[in-house]
Structure formats: C-alpha cells, structure tokens
C-alpha cells in the first residue's frame, strides 16, 4: 500500500485512506500548507474539515506555534466578537478585566474558524482587516493590535453563493480564498470505507477489551460499500462502533444504519365505530379527493357537514357535556356555543334556531 496516506499523529487517526480522491485532496493540502496564506476548507458534514486544518498546520512553517480552534456557530454574535478580539475592563456588563481573544492566542500560529458561514457580517468587517492589515482592536478599546496569524476557514455551505446574496462579504471570500480545498465525501473514496471500517473496529474492540481482532462478514462488509454515507465518515465511525459493541467480540453480521428506527410495530389506525361516521382530520379530508368521481356541492357545504359531524362526535364522547366537548375540540366554551347553534340551527331550520336562542344553557343538552 505504498501509495496510501496514513498519519502517523495519533489526532490524525481518522485521516487515513488510499482513493485516488483522498491521495489528490491531501497532494493539494501538503502544497499549500507551506505557503502561509489564508485557506478556506469546503465539505459536506463529517468529512474531517477540523483534521485537515490541523495536518496544514502541522505542515506549515508554523508548526511549533499556538493552533487555536473556534466554531463560530457555537457562539452568539455578541459573544463571537469578544472571543475572537478579547475585550478591556468595562466593555459590557460583567466585562471586569482585560482577556485575551483568540487572535492574540495564535500569534504567530494557526487560527481554524470552523462554521464559518454562520459569522455576522458585522464581525466579518474585522475579521477582514486582521486578515488585510494585521491589526485589531480589543472590544471597549481604541489601541491598535498587531498580530501575525495564518487564518483557515472552513464552511458546509456555498460562501460563493451567500456573498452574491449579502450574507458573507465578498471582500473577505477573496481574502481568504488563497487557495479552496474541496474535502472529497467518503461516496467517492472508492476503497476507503474497508480500511477506515477496520481502523474504528479495531479501536473500539481494544476499547472494549476485547482481545480478537474484529472480523466483518462479507454481506456486512458489502453494506457499509452500498450506504451513501450522508454523514460522511463520523458517520462510519459511529455505525461501525455501534457494530462491534454489539457482536459482542463475535464476527460482525450485520450493522445498523438509522438506530432510530423502531423494533416495534406502529399503532393500529383507528376503527370507527358503526354507530359513529368517521371524523375527518382535517377540513380537506371532508371533500373528495382528485380520484373521486364526484364532490360535494360547494366548499361551504362541505365545511356545514364537517362541522356538523364534529360536534356531534365531540358531544358523544363527552356524554353530552359541552364545556368538556369544547375542550375536545380546542375551543372556548363560548366558540363552541356558537358552532353548536350553527349545527342546531341546520337541523332544525328556523323555527329550531329561534327556539334554541332563548334556550338557558344548562351543561348537558341532546345530541344533535
């Protein structure tokens, strides 16, 4: 396997492989690496954005210096632009003395923004003049700060895209696209999900105390190569874990891909009962649909009947008291008044209305 990549760092563990698309991807990341110039990072979910980062820092001329890591989505706003610039004594509430952001940490080392489609605007503008000019001001402070930082942004979205839209500065994405990497999804690295599958099996089974080494059996090894791996290879790692916790230090025969799926059968639909007609779920139910060779007279009628129907059933079930059918029906006792006259009204004609309105409520009356 001379042609393969593996990392002989033990934070590296997971960046392993020998597709072609893997082996062209870390070509590209080793050349600019020793160039210090601003890189984004683009990859679907679990591609390892955050492993690429670290191996072009420890393959740059910076390598003996400070790598600092920030998410940017894990942070509000206001709380971003103080991690990042630090901030001076009084500069919000509770700001009581000087700290230190994270662009002072990585002086002269590496400063790896991850999400970095989620930084607002307003902090991209000094974002951008560290990255054009070197200097920054602590949040409450006009004194300028030098500083010399190698910046490496990476995003799961189109930056290309939110900068034509406004949402990302256009002056930044070309500051900090010296170079794009494109990090390839584990779909296309033909032959690397048996070599990664193995590495995360036999590290969970020395976990696990196990002493054999895990063995996958060919129709589970064939349904690890089948699945399209949305969550890329942190999602490999987890079914793969999660396979051999289960075989138990056994040969692994199957894998789960969704844990969420229910062992269980569903509910049975409910029956409606000869003496009740069926309440639709909702008003569209209550009309026929495309494939019905009729429809009801109009959409008013329509909507009469189903209102009809409902408190009818509504009443049955509450024995005929209507505040507790009310509640059934998630209204006020007074909504409800008003539909039941409705109802009323439609069964008895005029001369039941007017009996009905000067009718005391009493809680309990007749079904319809």
Not at 141 to 161: C, G, P
Not at 179 to 195: A, F, K, S, T
Not at 319 to 342: D, I, M, P, W
Not at 349 to 367: A, F, S, V
Request: glycine share 6%; proline share 7%; with cysteine.
């Amino acid at each position: 396997m001379a042609n393969s990549y593996h990392s002989s760092d033990q934070g590296l563990s997971e960046a392993i492989g020998q597709s072609d698309a893997f082996l062209a991807f870390q070509e590209r990341l080793s050349a600019v690496a020793g160039v210090s110039r601003p890189v984004i990072l683009l990859g679907e979910r679990g591609t390892g954005k955050e492993l690429a980062a670290i191996r072009l820092h420890y393959l740059s001329r910076r390598w003996d210096k400070p790598l600092i890591t920030l998410n940017c989505a894990a942070l509000p706003a206001s709380l971003l632009e103080s991690e990042l610039f630090g901030h001076e004594p009084g500069a919000f509430t509770g700001a009581l003395k000087v700290r230190h952001g994270r662009f002072e940490a990585a002086r002269q080392g590496t400063l790896f923004l991850d999400e970095a489609a989620s930084v607002p605007l307003s902090v991209q503008e000094k974002i951008l003049r560290v990255v054009e000019y070197g200097t920054f001001e602590r949040l409450g402070s006009s004194e300028q700060k030098r500083v010399d930082v190698r910046l490496i942004a990476a995003a799961n979205a189109d930056l290309a895209a939110m900068a034509r839209q406004g949402t990302f500065k256009p002056d930044l994405l070309d500051r900090l696209s010296f170079e794009v990497l494109h990090l390839p999804p584990l779909r296309v690295r033909h032959g690397d999900i048996p070599l990664l599958a193995a590495r995360f099996a036999a590290r969970m089974q020395a976990e696990l105390g196990h002493k054999s080494p895990p063995e996958f059996s060919a129709q589970a090894m064939a349904a690890l190569e089948a699945h399209p791996w949305p969550g890329n290879v942190r999602e490999l790692k987890n079914v793969v874990e999660r396979a051999v916790f289960r075989a138990a230090g056994k040969r692994i025969r199957q894998v789960d891909f969704d844990p969420f799926a229910s062992p269980f059968p569903p509910l049975p639909a409910p029956v409606a009962s000869a003496s009740s007609p069926a309440v639709p779920a909702s008003p569209a139910a209550a009309i026929s649909s495309p494939d019905s060779p009729s429809l009801p007279a109009s959409l008013p009628d329509a909507l009469a009947r189903l209102e009809h129907r409902l408190v009818h059933d509504a009443l049955a079930a509450a024995n005929h008291n209507q505040r507790r059918a009310a509640e059934l029906l998630g209204l006020s006792y007074h909504a409800f008044r008003g539909v039941y006259r409705r109802a009323r009204r439609e069964e008895e004609g005029d001369e039941g209305r007017r009996g009905d309105e000067g009718k005391e409520d009493r809680g309990r009356e007749p079904l319809l």
